[in-house]
């Protein structure tokens, strides 16, 4: 497996930035996606939903926090969208192009993923099959990103890259990984 470390950075646009680093790694073996997630720093700042004791397929995560990746297939429009909560709680959304024909992806009927609390750091890790949305070997573009809601009610957004003049996580160009096919 080739595995690439990645830090997120914050959109610096007038949110009060908690005392974070989010860093982590990104791999692909064969047809399986692997993402972990490592949230440091001043956890106390962020409103952080409690572990679900049945996690579930839910819609609007991104409105808490939530840790999110995009995924599209190299020289296609089409893109997904997962959503994952610290509660335990995911979705995964399929676009046909920027914004736009967003569907519940039915290929994920569950989305088990790992979710564990240090002293002062977050940790959530996740393999997913490609297969159930890409052909076999297919070069995969990714962005990984975050969205964290803070005890003070603001709301920090984290990504590779923030290409536009707003936190704006579908635009294609923010997808700064590419992965080749396995």
Known sequence: ??????????????????????TGTIGRSADTLSIGYVVEGNLSALAVPATAEWPE???RLWEETCLELFLGAKGSERY?????????????FRFASYREGMQEEPAYSSLPFGVRTEQDAL???????????????????V?????????AGGTSHWAL??????????????????LPGG
């Not at 997904?80 to 995964?92: I, K, Q, R, T």
């Not at 290409?163 to 590419?178: I, K, S, V």
Request: hydrophobic content about 40%; charged content about 25%.
């Open 57 to 59: 397929r839910k819609d």
């Open 80 to 92: 997904w969208e997962f959503n994952l909560s610290p509660a335990g709680h995911w979705n995964v």
């Open 143 to 151: 962005g990984v990103c975050a969205v964290f809601r803070t005890t």
């Open 123 to 141: 940790l959530l890790s996740v393999d997913l099959e490609l297969r159930k949305i890409l052909p076999a070997g297919e070069a995969v573009e």
């Open 1 to 22: 497996m080739n595995v690439r470390n990645v830090s997120l950075v914050p959109f610096c646009g007038g949110e009060g930035l908690p005392d974070l680093a989010i």
């Open 161 to 178: 890259a923030h290409p536009g003049p707003r936190p704006d996580f579908h635009r294609r160009d923010g997808f700064a990984l590419t």
